[in-house]
């Protein structure tokens, strides 16, 4: 089975209301968005498409590695790079 079927099969954006934005290294160091191997521009295009209107965490509940200023200042530049 490949890692994302369920998210295919079972159309889980659908009912989705909160995602939790986080990324990291291969061995779980947390990382700034797009520095990990998550595919952060990716997932938020996919909801850009859909009109996601739920919400977005930045972080996903581990600790991220800056400041909030420079959290919002990521994703920012993420949105204006996509």
Same mark, same amino acid.
């Not at 990291?24 to 595919?39: Q, V």
């Not at 295009?45 to 965490?57: A, E, H």
């Given at each position: 089975?490949?890692?994302?079927?369920?998210?295919?099969?079972? *159309?889980?954006? =659908?009912?989705?209301?909160? /995602?939790?934005?986080?990324? %990291?290294?291969?061995?779980?160091?947390?990382?700034?968005? #797009?520095?990990?191997?998550?595919?952060?521009?990716?997932?938020?295009?996919?909801? *850009?498409?859909? =009109?996601?209107?739920?919400? /977005?965490?930045?972080?996903? %509940?581990?600790?991220?590695?800056?400041?909030?200023?420079? #959290?919002?200042?990521?994703?920012?530049?993420?949105?204006?790079?996509?």
């Amino acid at each position: 089975m490949a890692p994302f079927s369920a998210y295919h099969a079972n *159309r889980f954006i =659908n009912y989705m209301a909160q /995602l939790d934005v986080n990324d %990291g290294t291969r061995d779980g160091i947390s990382t700034r968005l #797009a520095c990990g191997r998550a595919e952060i521009k990716e997932i938020i295009s996919i909801l *850009r498409c859909r =009109n996601f209107d739920g919400v /977005l965490t930045i972080g996903g %509940g581990s600790l991220y590695p800056a400041t909030p200023q420079e #959290a919002v200042a990521d994703f920012t530049a993420l949105l204006d790079n996509m």
